[in-house]
């Protein structure tokens, strides 16, 4: 039997407006979240991943951007419901979020022990030198040595891969039901990316809590994930356990992005881009948004839009493998 789902986007749809024009850079997306899994969210740069993501915590700038319709359950309730002051008893308890970017996330001026400390003092109410124990008990929680003295440090001291273990801190500190992890290994070398996934996964175990992780590297999905969403142009176009979808992709952008990255056990192979690029939101094609990008469309891939159906939105998915 499976798991019961901890959040639910059903037709979900975000606007922004730009130069007069709509662009709609997520639209009609639905995906779930299960107790104590871990969902990824993969696709390339400018697909609306990051958009959907903050759209669940409600911190779409409006304006210039809207959430247009659709609803968000976490544990039931609609998010997209709740008042402000209600949200904010749920961003960084409930629900947190890590953002992109660890060397530019983290206030220069403050202590990273502070930092820590903001959740603690919000959600829990912890003052004084309670707020500053439980901190430095998050920084000792996701691996950060002499967690006392890196308390009292400020972000510039710190390496990015630290750097990225105080943000895990902050994000976990109040033990959420559900992570965020928007690229949490964006910008760091690959052996850093391993230590992180991998003090990620363990407090995923530790902690009892879902995740959705946030990627456009398919190698961390393969390695983390239980089940996976690819998107493309505002639009989940397929999903499914991460075995099937990684080792039988249905949808042809799903497998362009596997021909396009390096293999997992290291043997070679030429690396086949995908060519052109993501489409602009506020223009999309006719019919099938990756149609002017796929190598088998045809006709009425042009003509008409297809429908999220059996998982992968495609008209020629049915029999097509790897």
């Not at 709609?24 to 993969?42: I, K």
């Not at 697909?47 to 911190?59: D, P, Y």
């Not at 009892?208 to 239980?226: K, R, Y």
């Not at 991460?242 to 021909?259: I, N």
């Amino acid at each position: 039997m499976g798991k019961e789902s901890l959040l639910e986007v059903e037709d979900l749809r975000v606007c922004f407006a730009s130069d007069g024009e709509t662009a709609r850079v997520v639209d009609e997306v639905s995906l779930a979240v299960r107790e104590s899994e871990v969902l990824g969210l993969v696709g390339e740069s400018g697909c609306g991943k990051s958009v959907t993501a903050l759209s669940i915590l409600r911190l779409i700038p409006e304006p210039p951007g809207r959430i247009a319709g659709g609803s968000i359950r976490f544990r039931g309730r609609d998010l997209l419901r709740l008042s402000e002051s209600e949200m904010r008893k749920i961003r960084g308890n409930a629900i947190s979020m890590v953002f992109q970017e660890p060397m530019t996330s983290l206030n220069p001026v403050l202590t990273c022990g502070f930092q820590v400390e903001e959740a603690f003092r919000r959600h829990r109410r912890l003052r004084g030198a309670a707020a500053r124990e439980a901190a430095v008990e998050a920084l000792h929680l996701v691996g950060i040595p002499d967690p006392e003295a890196r308390a009292a440090e400020y972000p510039h001291r710190l390496s990015g891969g630290m750097r990225q273990r105080v943000l895990l801190a902050i994000a976990l500190g109040c033990r959420p039901a559900l992570l965020i992890a928007d690229e949490p290994t964006t910008a760091l070398d690959v052996t850093i990316q391993a230590q992180i996934l991998r003090v990620l996964l363990d407090l995923k175990e530790q902690l009892g809590m879902s995740v959705l992780l946030i990627t456009h590297d398919l190698g961390v999905v393969a390695e983390a994930a239980d089940r996976v969403a690819v998107m493309y142009a505002g639009e989940i176009v397929e999903e499914g356990d991460v075995v099937s979808v990684l080792e039988r992709p249905r949808h042809p952008y799903t497998r362009a992005l596997l021909r396009a990255a390096p293999r997992a056990d290291g043997a070679p192979e030429t690396l086949r881009p995908i060519e052109g690029s993501v489409p602009d939101p506020r223009d999309h094609p006719s019919g099938c948004r990756f149609h002017p990008r796929c190598p088998i469309a045809e006709e009425r891939c042009k003509e008409a839009h297809p429908p999220l159906a059996g998982s992968v939105r495609c008209f020629l998915a049915e029999g097509e493998g790897s």
